[in-house]
């Protein structure tokens, strides 16, 4: 029961059904019972089983797809707070190819998003099946708790730098700005905040495409301009603290809520349900969402304004009255970069403008999450040790050439 997700329909929570897998249902009786999506919703969506698939390979926004497959409604209730929420974008700019490219792979392969999840669930369920019967006995994962989709650091994100930084050699200068660079020599001198300067062969920049962009002006303008084109949002969380007695919880990891409904936070995380650890037994977590495209003026308001609305909404949506034991207000300035429809190609003409040594890498380009971005950063480091042994290789030719 708290693996459920619930969606905010005309201000009451409602769970999405089961079987819903992000926005295309697998299982017909529960989403043929909800009464999340409209009869006529439903048959709509139904459709997807018979409309010819998109095969000429472009880029199309989220809500122009969700729309072409599966209807207005579904990309209301559904896709629209569950997949744009992930990424704080606005389904009718967000692109699917940067964001959910496995969807479009769906739809060329089978026809039909349907036929192509309840393919993935057969092949998925199978898989597990086989993996399970020739698992070694010391590895079994105990039966006494089934594990959760959301997984993150006992910690908090921090633990991950904390583990990366004892590990790393070299000359490290932690906590140091680079004000200026430019192109000496044939290499690339950093000039750090405190005036010292670097020489380098080759500069990665795992920064905010925006940073990158002023800092890449002189040495390659062309994709410094389109390093700045890449659009950014604010966001912010206010998380809070109630005893459990006080607070009557929904059973599930949070709600979801569709733009349509108009209210000034974006979504609800029960913190301490979907992940372990995060608070007493006897205590609750929660985590309200609030900025982004939809309210960007509440990026602004004062503290105690901005606690007052959330305290007003969680009371509205969920019933909660209570006074919280603490709260922690958090706001992150231009932090989600917006993966707008044609992102992909804006990505390959700034990379294809950047000069010999200069690599970009992050967030801003290939994906958002944790795992994209070290994978991103793996691929990044495999070229760089690539083409500088690449070049080392032709300089030892024609220096042999010469001695020839």
């Not at 017909?28 to 409309?51: E, H, Y």
């Not at 122009?64 to 579904?74: C, M, N, T, Y």
């Not at 733009?259 to 309200?288: C, G, Q, W, Y």
């Amino acid at each position: 029961a708290s693996r459920k997700v619930f969606v905010l329909n005309k201000g009451r929570p409602t769970p999405l059904p089961d079987g819903v897998l992000m926005i295309v249902p697998t299982k017909i009786k529960p989403f043929a019972l909800s009464p999340l999506i409209s009869p006529i919703g439903k048959l709509r969506m139904g459709l997807d089983l018979f409309i010819k698939p998109k095969t000429d390979g472009q880029d199309e926004t989220l809500a122009e797809f969700i729309s072409r497959r599966l209807g207005s409604e579904a990309l209301d209730k559904i896709a629209e707070p569950l997949m744009s929420g992930i990424y704080n974008a606005e389904a009718e700019k967000q692109s699917l190819l940067a964001t959910f490219p496995r969807f479009r792979a769906l739809e060329e392969k089978h026809g039909s998003l349907i036929k192509g999840m309840l393919a993935s669930r057969r092949s998925h369920s199978n898989g597990s099946a086989s993996g399970a019967k020739a698992q070694p006995v010391g590895r079994q994962i105990p039966a006494r708790k089934k594990l959760s989709m959301f997984v993150s650091l006992k910690g908090g994100t921090e633990e991950l730098v904390e583990a990366l930084v004892p590990q790393l050699t070299g000359e490290l200068r932690l906590k140091t700005c680079v004000a200026k660079m430019r192109e000496l020599d044939g290499r690339y001198c950093l000039v750090t905040g405190n005036s010292q300067k670097i020489m380098a062969d080759a500069v990665i920049f795992a920064i905010p495409s925006f940073t990158a962009a002023g800092l890449l002006r002189e040495v390659a303008p062309q994709s410094a301009n389109g390093l700045d084109g890449i659009r950014y949002v604010s966001t912010g969380t206010v998380s809070l603290a109630f005893r459990r007695q006080d607070v009557d919880l929904l059973e599930g990891f949070g709600l979801v809520i569709p733009r349509s409904e108009k209210r000034l936070i974006n979504a609800v995380t029960i913190t301490s349900t979907k992940f372990d650890r995060r608070a007493p037994d006897d205590h609750v977590l929660l985590r309200v969402f609030f900025g982004g495209s939809r309210s960007p003026q509440m990026m602004d308001i004062e503290d105690d304004i901005l606690v007052s609305i959330v305290l007003s909404e969680l009371e509205a949506l969920l019933g909660i009255d209570a006074q919280p034991l603490f709260y922690r207000i958090f706001r992150w300035r231009r932090a989600n970069p917006q993966y707008d429809v044609g992102h992909l190609d804006r990505v390959e003409a700034i990379e294809a403008c950047l000069p010999e040594g200069i690599y970009v890498t992050g967030s801003p380009y290939r994906g958002i999450g944790l795992p994209d971005c070290v994978h991103q950063g793996q691929q990044t480091a495999a070229r760089l040790v690539s083409e500088l042994a690449q070049k080392t290789d032709n300089e030892v030719v024609s220096l042999e050439s010469e001695v020839v």
